[in-house]
């Protein structure tokens, strides 16, 4: 039976590094097929999202050139440039965000950017408002000029510069609330208040969000007596 493989199997000779001695190794020397992999060619589906057309209201201003887009309105003016996977169109009071072509990246920029589009007008118009909460024996916050002074618990207390087209209000030294126009920033600096003492799980102690669940944790139970 060793006889009849010799045709298909080729004999290389290795020498052992441990005894010194040639050792007979069969090696197949019949070439392989190359296996193919098929592409499946995936269909881009349009977004729930993105086909939502965008009412604007009567006391927004809308200027659209080419891919950039300016809304104006009673509470302040925000811009944004669109990359070329979508385009905006205005067809009367109504702002629709498109495709302008059918790939994956495409699908994921749609539903974003009306997202985003949306937020634009809604926040020239009507505006956002972002409200915190400190829970803590002895933290408060209080307004001093154009700065928001915290007392978290530090030896020092903590202040933040109010940034621009933000205004922020203090209630009962313990309640913040964040307002403006553009949601994007509201949501930063809130995130940035938030950071500087998160709620901890076990007396639920630190700064969160008004409508923020913290989930408690149970502490070590002492020894049985």
């Given at each position: 039976m060793a006889s009849s493989l010799t045709g298909s199997f080729q004999t290389c000779n290795f020498r052992?590094?441990?005894?010194?001695?040639?050792?007979?190794?069969?090696?197949?020397s019949t070439p392989t097929?190359?296996?193919?992999?098929?592409?499946?060619?995936?269909?881009?589906?349009?977004?729930?999202?993105?086909k939502n057309p965008i009412e604007v209201p009567s006391n927004v201003t809308i200027l659209l050139e080419g891919q950039d887009l300016k809304v104006k309105g009673p509470l302040g003016e925000l811009s944004r440039t669109y990359p070329r996977e979508v385009k905006v169109e205005r067809q009367d009071s109504v702002l629709k965000v498109t495709k302008a072509m059918d790939t994956?990246?495409?699908?994921?920029?749609?539903?974003?950017?009306?997202t985003l589009t949306d937020n634009m007008v809604v926040g020239v118009s009507k505006g956002f408002d972002k409200k915190l909460q400190l829970v803590g024996v002895g933290y408060r916050a209080l307004l001093e000029g154009n700065e928001l002074v915290l007392n978290?618990?530090?030896?020092?207390?903590?202040?933040?510069?109010i940034p621009d087209g933000i205004q922020v209000?203090?209630?009962?030294?313990?309640?913040?609330?964040v307002s403006g126009y553009d949601k994007c920033a509201i949501g930063q600096f809130a995130a940035s208040?938030?950071?500087?003492?998160?709620?901890?799980?076990?007396?639920?102690?630190?700064?969160?969000?008004?409508?923020?669940?913290?989930?408690r944790k149970e502490g070590k139970a002492g020894k049985k007596k």
């Open positions: 052992s590094v441990f005894l010194g001695e040639t050792s007979g190794m069969h090696v197949c097929t190359r296996l193919g992999f098929l592409r499946k060619a995936i269909e881009c589906k349009e977004s729930r999202i993105g994956r990246r495409a699908n994921q920029m749609h539903g974003l950017f009306r978290l618990g530090f030896s020092h207390p903590v202040k933040m510069p209000k203090v209630e009962e030294n313990t309640r913040i609330t208040i938030r950071k500087w003492r998160p709620p901890e799980p076990y007396k639920g102690k630190g700064v969160k969000y008004a409508d923020e669940i913290v989930r």
